[in-house]
């Protein structure tokens, strides 16, 4: 019985790790496709952080995300006549993760990371298995995983993938399993055929490389970029084999025999690693193949450069839409409709594909900047480089997408990514659970709504 007690006296101070995990498994289960479950999400954490006490939180970040949710519902209201009509209903789990995931320092920081890193991989490999099953039941198409879409759940392997590398940095130990995440992580992401994920992941390469080239020396950086991206390009080649297999042999089930072949090199994973470090001229080899596999996407998606052409001009559009409401916008989904109505092009999307230029034009400029201002701090109070990229390839992968609006995946980066504890000052106990309250009594009463309609 004292032992049973012990133990579970010891889970116990794991409680905000569970919850914030067991909450993240739930988004990603449900995808955003019933708006009552996000919402329920939101008032499960609530409910947790009403049990904890003071906590030291960045300010910059919590204050403008309340002033964000404010805005928000302010504009569903103006709008649709209702609060709980719109997406803002569902973002509020943003602001309470954010601050449940300030409680998160030191070991249970770096225990939940690896947690998220393991939760990833299990997705890649749901991934890859849609992937074979579509391929050979019907026939092949990019992954979207338990998310549904190409596109986020690609964004959502390159935030992992960087995770893992934050993780893997700093580890006194290599854990379990942990050596076939890697080329896990990067065959299904090749697998999305997403474009901006591929371009947002060469961008966080590359910021990776320049900051070793300011910590170290030319030949340390070279080695590191050499072996960095010949990993990466070897990897993602092993998904594009895969796919291609499937899609352009017109033999589905040779897929199955190209399926064992990677089987057999994720297990060899670390040898390849320790051959790369050995005869770096191969490092070298597979970098300049690496231009190859470019082409090949290319060739797989050849309609990159059109759907790239009308994404800018969507922007563009977007611009005009901001004097319509400057204050409190045109309203959530909103602008799907004016858009359909004016005389000016018609893009098909809900979303403009800006995210910040989508919440200026249907939540308002205040709200807009709100949301500059968290993406801006979130960023520089990053203390890992590999923590940063992560971050930074999030925000730039949101000027010409919309993974801002799956709840998902951003409720993964503030999780995973939070760091809130690092930065800003204590407010105490009271003020916490007042703050959680009020989350929580405005969550309950949008999900009365959504229940009731």
Request: proline share 2%.
């Amino acid at each position: 019985m004292k032992v049973l007690k012990f133990k579970l006296g010891e889970l116990l101070n794991y409680r905000i790790e569970i919850c914030l995990f067991f909450a993240l498994i739930i988004l990603f289960l449900n995808a955003g496709r019933k708006p009552g479950i996000d919402i329920c999400v939101t008032v499960f954490l609530c409910a947790a952080g009403l049990t904890q006490g003071k906590v030291k939180v960045d300010l910059y970040i919590i204050i403008p995300f309340i002033v964000y949710i404010i805005f928000g519902f302010a504009s569903s209201y103006n709008s649709h006549g209702h609060i709980a009509d719109g997406y803002t209903a569902t973002h509020t789990v943003f602001p309470v993760i954010c601050l449940l995931s300030s409680y998160l320092k030191g070991r249970s920081l770096k225990t939940f990371r690896r947690l998220c890193v393991y939760f990833s991989a299990v997705m890649a490999l749901v991934g890859i298995g849609q992937f074979l099953y579509t391929a050979l039941a019907h026939s092949a198409i990019r992954v979207g995983g338990i998310i549904g879409n190409p596109n986020p759940f690609g964004m959502f392997l390159v935030i992992s993938y960087f995770i893992f590398m934050q993780c893997s940095e700093i580890q006194e130990k290599e854990h379990f399993l942990w050596r076939y995440i890697e080329p896990i992580l990067l065959i299904a992401l090749a697998l999305t055929l997403s474009i901006g994920s591929f371009a947002v992941m060469a961008a966080g390469i590359f910021i990776i490389i320049i900051y070793k080239l300011y910590k170290t020396g030319a030949k340390e950086t070279i080695d590191f970029a050499l072996m960095l991206i010949a990993k990466v390009t070897m990897g993602m080649s092993l998904g594009l084999l895969l796919y291609i297999s499937a899609a352009r042999s017109g033999i589905s089930w040779l897929c199955m025999p190209i399926t064992l072949y990677i089987t057999v090199f994720i297990y060899f994973w670390k040898e390849f690693e320790k051959y790369l470090n050995k005869h770096k001229f191969i490092s070298v080899i597979i970098t300049a193949f690496s231009l190859l596999a470019a082409v090949a996407v290319v060739l797989i998606r050849p309609s990159w450069a059109a759907t790239l052409e009308e994404r800018i001009e969507m922007i563009r559009s977007g611009f005009n839409y901001l004097k319509v409401n400057p204050l409190l916008g045109v309203g959530s989904y909103n602008w799907r409709h004016l858009n359909f109505l004016d005389s000016d092009k018609t893009f098909g999307t809900n979303h403009i594909h800006n995210a910040f230029i989508n919440v200026g034009v249907e939540l308002g400029i205040p709200a807009m900047l709100m949301l500059i201002i968290i993406s801006v701090r979130f960023l520089v109070k990053q203390k890992s480089v590999f923590g940063g990229v992560a971050t930074a390839v999030f925000i730039i992968h949101n000027l010409m997408d919309v993974v801002f609006f799956n709840v998902s995946v951003t409720a993964f980066l503030f999780a995973a990514e939070g760091e809130l504890g690092y930065s800003g000052r204590y407010i105490n106990g009271i003020a916490v659970k007042l703050i959680f309250a009020a989350f929580a009594a405005v969550s309950l009463y949008t999900l009365y709504w959504y229940i009731i309609t």
